[in-house]
């Protein structure tokens, strides 16, 4: 199946400055409550919500990153494309 995961970045949690994704084919099926890893945080990140899409054979996840200035927003953006997300 195929993981679909969108990075929501926004600034004091109401500006919505970016979102990105980031696709993955698996094998697991992830749960709510799983830790998820990637590169681009410097912590895991808790799954909150899990939508399963059985018509495109995939699960899509949510994740909401909240900074206090327009820069820290564009900082994280960028950092978030060096490790291989998009711009959906």
């Known amino acids: 199946m195929k993981l679909i995961i969108d990075t929501i970045i926004t600034e004091n949690g109401s500006h919505t400055h970016a979102i990105l994704r980031k ?38 996840i949510v994740v909401n990153e909240k900074y206090p200035t327009d820069k820290e927003c564009e900082t994280k953006k960028q950092a978030m494309l060096s490790h291989g997300w998009l711009v959906p």
Do not use: C, H, M, Q
């Open 23 to 60: 696709e993955f084919n698996i094998s697991i099926v992830p749960s709510i409550g799983a830790d998820l890893e990637d590169p681009a945080w410097k912590n895991p990140v808790r799954i909150e919500n899990l939508t399963l899409n059985l018509e495109e054979d995939s699960y899509y």
